[in-house]
């Protein structure tokens, strides 16, 4: 069985850096880290799951939210089945809880449409807490 776990969150003052890994293991027999989409979803207090970052199975195309373009960066190491999240220049509305996910159906096409849509992915970690505050 396929488990995901993630790491790294804390509390961080605004302006901050923090590094966030999900460290991927169980897969199937001929499966890999690059079989599958990857993304990383966050949830602050009262509001619905956000995509926040997706890269394709191909390793090479990868997609930010608005909010997060230009501060995040999403990167995968496939020799330790790892998924890596650095974020930088945080802000208090950064805060959450941040899930790693993956998803075995997207490639392309499908992914450019559905690259952060939570339905597509089948695997998900336990979460790793976020709080930017001074």
């Known amino acids: 069985q396929l488990q995901l776990v993630e790491s790294g969150g804390g509390l961080v003052q605004p302006g901050g850096s923090l590094r966030l890994s999900c460290a991927a293991s169980?897969?199937?027999?001929?499966?890999?880290?690059?079989?599958?989409?990857i993304a990383w979803f966050r949830q602050a207090p009262g509001k619905e799951r956000e995509g926040v970052s997706s890269?394709?199975?191909?390793?090479?195309?990868?997609y930010y939210t608005d909010s997060v373009r230009g501060r995040f960066i999403i990167s995968r190491d496939n020799a330790k089945n790892t998924v890596y999240l650095q974020m930088n220049s945080l802000k208090p509305e950064d805060t959450g809880v941040y899930y790693c996910?993956?998803?075995?159906?997207?490639?392309?096409?499908?992914?450019?449409?559905?690259?952060?849509?939570?339905?597509?992915?089948?695997?998900w970690g336990q979460g790793t807490q976020v709080t930017v505050s001074s």
């Open positions: 996910a993956l998803a075995p159906q997207l490639a392309t096409p499908t992914y450019y449409t559905y690259r952060l849509d939570p339905l597509w992915y089948d695997y």
């Open positions: 169980g897969f199937t027999s001929g499966l890999t880290l690059d079989s599958y989409a």
């Open positions: 890269m394709h199975r191909d390793g090479y195309n990868t």
